[in-house]
């Protein structure tokens, strides 16, 4: 199910769990999710860390307006690549904490991982799938481009999936390690997906 072809709309409706058409409203009254505010209430620790910055679109107003605090979005890594291996290095040293501080709540995070999403992103040693162009004419692809450079852009895409795969797969790894992954739900997903 999609709720949008963009991020705002696509985060929107995962987390609330309405159409992206009430955006607006939503924004204006600054009115959190009822999932954060229920996740809140029954006692979850709750973060969120992200490789692309949540105040555009406009989440920290949104989604996470109440929790703000819990919000880590400000890694200095140039390429996404670099900062969505940031970000589950920070969900590792999350869980980290919470072992050092006996901390038993339950927990919700929300990672957000962005190399698949135009441009695409990974690191140059990990390129798998080629051509595979690092840059892309969005100007040239939207005249019709011939059959390989449709073939190149899907395996940039490609491998950049493939390295957003083995960071999940890092994450779901590191959950193991702290014992925790018998008592996670696991959600994968996508903010929206490619047209």
């Not at 769990?17 to 607006?24: C, D, R």
């Not at 209430?41 to 692309?52: C, D, N, P, T």
């Not at 109440?66 to 996404?80: A, C, H, I, L, S």
Request: with cysteine; charged share 25%; net charge negative.
């Amino acid at each position: 199910l999609s709720g949008g072809n963009a991020t705002r709309f696509g985060i929107f409706s995962l987390v609330y769990g309405i159409h992206g058409t009430y955006w607006m409203p939503v924004y204006e009254e600054n009115a959190p999710p009822v999932l954060v505010t229920a996740l809140d209430a029954a006692g979850f620790e709750l973060r969120v860390i992200s490789s692309a910055r949540m105040s555009y679109p406009e989440f920290r107003s949104t989604a996470w307006v109440t929790m703000q605090d819990r919000v880590e979005d400000d890694f200095p890594q140039g390429e996404k690549y670099e900062r969505d291996r940031a970000v589950v290095d920070r969900f590792e040293h999350f869980l980290d904490d919470r072992d050092a501080r006996g901390e038993q709540a339950p927990f919700f995070c929300f990672t957000l991982l962005d190399a698949p999403h135009q441009t695409y992103s990974w690191p140059p040693e990990e390129t798998l799938f080629e051509p595979a162009p690092r840059s892309l004419d969005y100007l040239n692809l939207s005249s019709r481009p011939d059959d390989a450079t449709i073939a190149s852009v899907r395996n940039s895409y490609d491998n950049a999936v493939h390295f957003s795969d083995a960071n999940a797969r890092r994450m779901i790894d590191a959950l193991a390690r702290h014992g925790a992954l018998e008592n996670t739900f696991v959600v994968v997903t996508g903010d929206h997906g490619e047209e």
